[in-house]
């Protein structure tokens, strides 16, 4: 069975589906989570977690693509991206994907947002 959280923001809702790693298990523990995400760099919304989920063994990537999900170690950083994003040298995991459009009202959205993380039953 697939892994999905809900994800309301601003009081929108949004399902993403998950990928099936280490770090995504750590990340669901920590659930629910309310969390205030900060715009950062024209392309995402982030926020750091209360605890750094564990990255050993887990796929990398420096390719960041809208609509994704991905979790940045360096902050301990749960991310949600509106526009595509190359960040080399840096690394993130890829946590899934947003279902819905997410990237319109991201685009628009402000300084900050208000997000709510559940695991979707």
Do not use: C
Request: no cysteine; proline share 5%; hydrophobic share 40%.
């Amino acid at each position: 069975m697939k892994k999905s959280i809900k994800l309301t923001i601003d009081g929108k809702e949004y399902t993403a589906t998950l990928n099936d790693n280490r770090t995504v298990d750590d990340i669901l523990s920590m659930l629910p989570l309310e969390l205030t995400l900060q715009r950062y760099a024209g392309h995402e919304y982030y926020s750091s977690l209360p605890q750094k989920p564990s990255i050993k063994g887990v796929p990398m990537t420096s390719d960041a693509h809208a609509g994704g999900i991905y979790y940045y170690d360096g902050w301990s950083a749960f991310t949600v991206l509106f526009g595509d994003a190359h960040i080399d040298p840096f690394k993130v995991v890829h946590i899934g994907n947003v279902n819905e459009d997410i990237i319109s009202p991201l685009s628009v959205a402000g300084a900050t947002v208000e997000a709510k993380i559940e695991i979707n039953i």
